[in-house]
C-alpha cells in the first residue's frame, strides 16, 4: 500500500472457477450486488475480463474490491511471470491485482528462484499490491522463505474444509505471518451430507454451508466460496456472521479425514 500498511483482505470472497462467459460476468455483477468485495481468479480459468467487466459494471470504485489473479504454470518462466501478468491486467481493466499469486508450485524446484524473483520484480513495478502462492506446502514454503526473505509472500491459497483441515500447513503459515485462503470451503457441496455438519447447522438455523464457511473463518482463515446460485451466494456470505461455539469448532475438527478433492497428477506436489 501507498502508506506501507498491509490491508486484510475480505475474510469471505468469490470463488470464480467455471464463470466464464455471459452468465459467469453476470454472476460476478450479481456477487458484487451482494456485497461481496473479494473476487479470485486466475489467468487459467479465461475469466479475468469477466472480473474487470463486473468491476467495471459495478460503479464501484476500485479501490473497494480486491481482485487476486494466479500466474498459471505455462507462465512460470521469469520473462513470461511480467508480461502474462500484463495481459492479465489489461484483461481485468486495472493496473494493478490486490495479490497475485503463483498457482502451482513448478515440478522442478530448481526454477522457483526464478519465478518467485521475476514475482517480485512485478510487485516492485507496481503491477501487485501483494504476492503470495498456491498449493505451496510446507518444505515449498520453507524454500519460498528462503529465497525472497521473511514477511513477503502474504497468502497461501490452498484446499481446506472440514474433511481436509491441513492443520501442519496452516500452523506454520501462522508462525511465518502467511495468511491462508481455503479454496473449496463447502467440499464442493458435500459439506451438506455431513450429519454432524448439519446438526449443528440445524441448531443455529443455518446451513451446511454456512457452517463449515464460519468455522473457516472462526479458524482464521480466509475462503473463496463459488456458486451459480444467488441463494447460495448470499447465504455463504452472510456466513461470516455467524458464531460456532466451542464444543461445535471441536466436533468439527474431528471431521478431518485428508480428503482431497484437487490433486492433479502432472503438476501436484508432495503434499503435506
Ligand atoms: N488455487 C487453486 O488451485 C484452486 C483450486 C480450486 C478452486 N479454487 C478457487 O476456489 C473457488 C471455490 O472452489 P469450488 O468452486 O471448486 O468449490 P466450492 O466453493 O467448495 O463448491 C462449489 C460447489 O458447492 C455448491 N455450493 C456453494 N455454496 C453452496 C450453498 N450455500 N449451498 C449448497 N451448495 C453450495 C455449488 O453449487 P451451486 O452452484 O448449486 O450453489 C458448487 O457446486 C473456485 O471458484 C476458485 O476460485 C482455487
Given at each position: 500500500m501507498e502508506d506501507g500498511t498491509r490491508r486484510p483482505m475480505p475474510r469471505i470472497g468469490l470463488g470464480t472457477f467455471g464463470k466464464s462467459g455471459d452468465i459467469g460476468a453476470a454472476a460476478m455483477l450479481a456477487a458484487l450486488g451482494l456485497s461481496y468485495r473479494r473476487i479470485d481468479t486466475a489467468q487459467g480459468y479465461g475469466n479475468e475480463g469477466n472480473v474487470g467487466k463486473a468491476v467495471r459494471e459495478s460503479g464501484l470504485p476500485r479501490s473497494e474490491i480486491h481482485v487476486t489473479t494466479k500466474i498459471g504454470y505455462e507462465n512460470l518462466r521469469p520473462e513470461r511471470v511480467a508480461e502474462s501478468l500484463e495481459k492479465s491486467l489489461q484483461a481485468l481493466r486495472t493496473d494493478y491485482a490486490d495479490l497475485v499469486l503463483i498457482h502451482w508450485p513448478h515440478?522442478?524446484?530448481?526454477?522457483m528462484p526464478n519465478y518467485l524473483e521475476a514475482l517480485r520484480a512485478a510487485k516492485d513495478r507496481g503491477m501487485a499490491r501483494e504476492i503470495g502462492v498456491s498449493n505451496f506446502t510446507v518444505a515449498l514454503l520453507k524454500r519460498s522463505i528462503e529465497i525472497l526473505g521473511p514477511d513477503v509472500i502474504f497468502d497461501n491459497q490452498v484446499e481446506v474444509h472440514p474433511f481436509l483441515q491441513n492443520k501442519a500447513l496452516r500452523s506454520f503459515c501462522a508462525d511465518n505471518g502467511i495468511g491462508v485462503t481455503g479454496y473449496m470451503p463447502v467440499a464442493g457441496g458435500a459439506v451438506a451430507d455431513d450429519p454432524t455438519i448439519r446438526g449443528i447447522a440445524t441448531r443455529h438455523g443455518a446451513t451446511p454451508s454456512q457452517v463449515a464457511i464460519a468455522w473457516a473463518v472462526q479458524e482464521g482463515l480466509s475462503v473463496i466460496p463459488s456458486s451459480r446460485s444467488r441463494e447460495h451466494l448470499a447465504e455463504n456470505l452472510a456466513a461470516g456472521e455467524l458464531r460456532l461455539d466451542p464444543e461445535e469448532l471441536l466436533a468439527i475438527a474431528a471431521l478431518d479425514r485428508g480428503h482431497r478433492i484437487i490433486d492433479p497428477e502432472t503438476i501436484a506436489p508432495d503434499w503435506d
Open positions: 515440478r522442478d524446484h530448481e526454477t
